[in-house]
């Protein structure tokens, strides 16, 4: 892959009732190139919309991929990797780090009725996970709208050490910092 080619990461840091979502887009050869923020709720369904509007407010028609760090950020706040394809209309990989038997028996337990049925529906609906190795590290990447061998370019190509492609790792660094700010100054901000 070119060193230009760009991917925007987006990360979460929370704390109490908000999530500090950062978008960070980052070159390939790992050159820093643009910042963006939002928030959603904790436990509600929110994240697909604060996503979207995160990457509206970024306005990068350079950017080549969207990596997203979770699939359900912000206790269960699950992401319609679809509609933030189509949004973004560009490829969108979800990418995660530890292996899991996945989200449905935490869903159930701590939801019920129409939040329980709403929250199944969006995980259910999320393409399949897939598990692949970058930098030695084992990490685990849902994607839409690019073929798997693509998917596992772009993640390695975006991962030159430490198992955490750069996009996410920067993305994830920046949420903690805007987290810690929006505190700091007496709470949760838009």
């Known amino acids: 892959m070119k060193s230009g080619v760009r991917a925007v990461g987006v990360a979460e840091s929370y704390r109490g009732d908000s999530s500090t979502l950062a978008g960070a887009v980052v070159r390939a050869d790992r050159v820093v190139d643009g910042l963006s923020f939002s928030s959603c709720t904790v436990g509600a369904t929110d994240a697909t919309a604060a996503v979207i509007d995160l990457l509206e407010g970024l306005d990068r028609p350079d950017v080549r991929y969207v990596l997203l760090g979770a699939v359900a ?10 509609a933030i394809y189509e949004a973004a209309d560009r490829p969108t990989l979800a990418v995660t780090f530890e292996e ?3 989200l449905e028996a935490g869903i159930r337990e701590a939801f019920s009725g ?7 529906e969006r995980y259910r609906a999320l393409p399949p996970r897939r598990e692949l190795t970058a930098d030695g590290e084992r990490l685990y990447v849902r994607g839409v709208g690019l073929e798997r061998r693509e998917a596992e370019t772009v993640v390695r190509s975006f991962t030159p050490e430490g198992g955490r492609p750069e996009p996410l790792r920067v993305a994830r660094l920046a949420a903690r910092a805007g987290d810690a700010y929006r505190h700091a100054v007496g709470g949760p901000r838009d």
């Open 73 to 82: 950020p912000a206790w269960y706040n699950v992401l319609d990797l679809g």
């Open 100 to 102: 899991s038997e996945g």
């Open 114 to 120: 129409p939040e329980l049925e709403d929250r199944l």
